[in-house]
Structure formats: C-alpha cells, structure tokens
C-alpha cells in the first residue's frame, strides 16, 4: 500500500519489499522513511532496549542519496531502513559485541561487507543491536546494557543472543535486521519474538569485519517479518569473500526468482525422536500446524543428534574460551559474570574432548546429508517453549529442571554444528508466538525459503503483529 | 577423594597453568559449568569411532 494512503501506523508494519517498491516508485521518499524509523526508535526503544546506537546522520545522509539516485526504481531494497547485531562494524562505531570490554576498542574503519552489499542494494543502516555479551547467550539479557525486551510481551525474553534483533523487527522498529547464530542465535530470538530468521548454510555469507565466537560454527544471516524480506535480503549479501577463510568461494546463486516455486516435488519428514523430547505442547502444535500444511507424512531420526549438540557444546565452550583467554587473563572483572564463568570452565576442557568432537562432526556430517538422499526439507522445532520471563533461570524439560540461557538451543544446535541452512518460520500462537525449523541440505536455502514461502502463503504461518499501539501513539508523527 | 575435590583441584591447577585469576567466589560456578562441558564431552568420547576418522576443524559444507 503506497505510504501517501496509509497510516501511519501501517506504514510501520510494512514489509522490506513493500517499502522498496513505494520508494523506488516516488511514492514517498527514503528520507521520510528513514526519519520516521528513526522516530519510532527514540519512541519505543526506551521499551523494548532493542538498539544500543543509532546512526541517524549517516541514515539521513544515506537516505537522501538514494533519494536522488537515478536508478533508485531498480534497488531491490531502496530506502529500507536496517539494523545490525552490535558485533558487525559499523564504520566510526568500536564493535562491542555485547561487551564492556569492546567498548574501549578504536572504532571500525570500514562497515561489514554485509553492510555494504545491503547497502548497495537502497538499504539504509540505522543503528546497532543490543546482543548478549560475546554472543554466548540464548536469552536476549545483557548485564551491561539491559535485556532486549519481547514486543508480545515486554516481562518475556527475547532469545539471544541476537536479542535486539529479534526485537527490533517484531516490535516494527525496522523491517530488516542481521545477526549472528553460533548455535542457534538467529533461531531462538526468531522463534522467540514471532519473526522470520535466515541462517544460511556455514560459509555462504561473509563473516569478515564482524566479532567472532566460534569460528567453526559461526554464520550470520538476516531476520524479516516476510520470508520475500529474507530471500531479497539474503541474494543481496551474498557472494565470496577473501577476507573470511570460512566463506565460500563460490558465485551468489540467487533465490528470489524461485520463490513461489511452490512445494511440487519436495519431499518433506518431520524430525523425530531427539526432536520432540522436551518439547513443550506449544512447540509440538507449531510443528503439527507446519507439518500438516507441508504434509510431512514421514519421519526421520537424525542420528545420533543428542551427541552433535553435546560436541557443538563442547567445541563452543573451547572454541570460545580460546578466543577470549587474554582477555580473561587480563580483564576477567569486567565480564558479564556469567559469561567469565563459562569461559573459564571452556579453557580447562582438556584437548583430546575437544579433538574427539571435531572427529564426531564429521562422521555426524555424512550420516545426515544421506537422509536428503530421500527428503528435500525436515521440519524440527526452533525452540522448546515460546518466550520464558526475563530472569527465568530454570525451566523443565523432559521432566529435568535445566538452565535456561545454556539450553534454548537443544534443537538448533545439532543442525548448526554441522552447518545446513535454515529458515525458522513464526508460528502465530496464543499468547505467544513459536518458530518451527525448515532445514535444508548444504547450499539449498533456494528450497528451504521455497517451503517457506509455501507455509506462510498458507496463511499457517506469520508474523504477528504485537499490542504496541499505547506506545506507538507517540512516535508516530 | 571425592570428584568434586579433585575436579576442584584440577580447576586450581588449570588455572595456575594457564594463568587465569580464579577468584574464590567464581569457582562453584566455574566448577558446576566444568562438570556440564565434560558431561557433554564424555557424551560424545564414549561413541565408537575408527582410528582413521578424520576431524572437521574447518567444516566445509
């Protein structure tokens, strides 16, 4: 809808692409896109804590270069207004990365290729992300800079550790934002919030020029309120990159073309057994719903996946402690505590563990793609419960009281440990929204956003729109 | 000697190595966090793998 007869209010709901189109048609400009996202930010992000920074002048001088672009109708993301994970540089910003510690580093020289290539496409950065410190969090709290807070429900959590991410789209701060998902850090805050979250195949989107976690298991990748959102988006970031060892050298193979493919052909299961243990009814029904549209008659037990997330566990827990040992040496008070503790533990995991785990994820590695010799698509769910309250230390899973913040990702981390691409589709339950797992073989995120696409024209899934309209009124002119 | 003295004083001892200052405070945390990671690592070591299985430490896809 042209933003000259919408609301207001709708225009803050509008997708990527909507917004694209009406700029890139002269319907209204970049810049009063970009001012009124601005304006939005000042208005509910004292609620929802989901930027840490905005860049308003660059965003306003952004906005009005795309504004006299000639070729502006041809930008597939023109004048849509975005925001990054604060662990991705940001020209003139130190990368803090959720960390107090960062915050003393220079700032970056130069943005993230990401950045640059959605901005080459019209996209307009606006601001940094709140995170959980180092990325080592599945809660979407940060002892430094507050928790990110869930727009269905501002006592609950957003998921991390892309928790203002995931805020940020599902409040309607921005229609676009990127993040991080080591072991599941896209898909919980997705799931989480009620969005829509890409986590591509490991090696397919550069990670260059943003702050690492755990190297061998790190991806970045975008979440939308539309899966068009995701696909444009993500055809916009791809392509290799020198710069990260990890990143594929080969060409973009671009999917929006593909999207409405519809499902003829794919053959869809539903994961089973590992898959469904713990898992809340919420989490069940979201799968069912998914299932049932996609008409996954089959199951599948991905082998020994118990087993691949303890080994993703203890990778990250070495990996990570790796990272940050100097920084511990030297710095350790001015950890978030909890944080510090993990990552001491992780510097003691003798070597020979970690070295078995990396043999485990290989022989893990061919026992999965063989069962895309028989299915295109298996469904899981992204998390085992909807939103818990910010704080909530424990929950019941299976019957066992376990910590929250180390366990939100018992579903995700046995696919990224192993790196296949996967879009996590919101599931409009009440009162709380849930995400369900489309993954894919290496590479297909073409038929992982094709099945998404299929679902969410279905109408089965969505994302809701949450009852901010008290504190919108303000931010709104 | 119980585990969880000898897993306090392997942490002690880790510590000092790698040089890390582990404050008293920090250790029951660090501790309860240790035991999970080798929970998980024990998990993984007891399945079967034959001698010539090759690591992934750069997984390529």
Known sequence: MPFETASPVEMTWSTATDVADTVGRGEVSAVEVVERALARIDGLNPVLNAFTATTAARARARARAIDAAPNKAKMPLAGVPFAVKNLFDIEGLATVAGSKINRAHPPAQRDSPLIERLEAAGAVLVGALNMGEYAYDFTGENIHDGASRNPHDLARMTGGSSGGSGGAVAGGLVPLALGSDTNGSIRVPSSLCGIFGLKPTYGRLSRSRSFPFVASLDHLGPFARSVRDLAVSYDAMQGPDPDDPACAQRPAEPVTAQLDGGMQGLRVAVAGSYFRKGAFPEALEALERVAGALQAHDEVDIPQAHRARSAAYVITAAEGAALHLGRLKKQAHEFDPAVRDRLIAGAMVPASLVQKAQLFRRWYREHVLELFDHHDVILAPATPCTAPRIGQLTFTLDGVELPVRPNMGIYTQPISFIGLPVVTVPVPLQPLPIGVQIICAPWREDIALRAARAVEQMGVVTAPRPRLEATDRGCES | ?61
């Open chain 2, 1 to 61: 000697m119980t585990v969880t003295k000898s897993l306090d004083e392997f942490i002690e001892a880790a510590a000092a190595a790698l040089d890390l200052p582990l404050q008293a405070e920090w250790k029951d945390a660090v501790r309860a966090n240790l035991e999970v990671t080798l929970k998980h690592a024990a998990t993984v070591a007891e399945f079967d793998l034959p001698d010539t299985a090759e690591p992934a430490p750069v997984f390529k896809a």
